[in-house]
């Protein structure tokens, strides 16, 4: 008898704390505050090729600890896009998006990587800057970390299907060549 009772008591109180939230104006502003953390997304930036056909975008995603970035490219009347990359969240972010001249080639520079993409065939090459590092297998969770990330001090497109990258503190370029 004692749990059938406890049991129609949460019942009811459970029922009277969703109407509460439902109906109430206080209720109301607590929805409205979680929504966003629930239900939103929202696009931090967005960098338009140089011809216009194309457009590389960041988009925040829902997160108890921000940021929480997902990296994409679609095309200019955002009836195709494709999906790129995923920044670990709350230590990686979008420092800076690069298109090449000729629109063959955007490359997204975050704190930990550079994620370079041809446009064409959609080709991803990610260069690994260092700082945190984390893998997660369902049996094992390891991090990484170094003392900080280099930094890139410049990129550029000497050639069709390829760029290169100067690290802050060097004077010799890396040069990144897509297959053929």
């Known amino acids: 008898m004692k749990t059938g009772l406890t049991v129609a008591a949460t019942i009811a109180c459970t029922l009277a704390a969703v109407t509460l939230l439902l109906v109430s104006p206080w209720g109301k502003v607590a929805l409205g505050m979680g929504a966003p953390l629930l239900h939103h997304t929202d696009d931090v930036r967005n960098v338009p090729s140089p011809d216009g056909k194309f457009e590389a975008y960041m988009v925040e ?4 600890d921000p940021p929480n970035q997902s ?11 494709m999906f790129i990359a995923k920044l670990a969240e709350d230590v990686d972010f979008i420092q800076d998006v690069v298109w090449s001249p000729d629109s063959g080639i955007v490359i997204f520079r975050s704190r930990y990587y550079l994620t370079a993409v041809r446009i064409s065939d959609w080709t991803t090459t990610r260069i690994y800057l260092g700082g945190e590092w984390v893998r997660s297998r369902p049996t094992r969770f390891s991090t990484l970390s170094t003392p900080s990330p280099r930094e890139v001090e410049s990129v550029e497109f000497p050639e069709n299907n390829a760029f290169s ?4 503190g060097e004077t010799i370029p890396h040069m990144v060549r897509f297959p053929d």
């Open 71 to 81: 990296l994409y490219v679609q095309h200019s009347d955002k009836t195709r896009f």
């Open 165 to 168: 990258y100067r690290l802050r």
């Open 61 to 64: 995603e829902p997160s108890i």
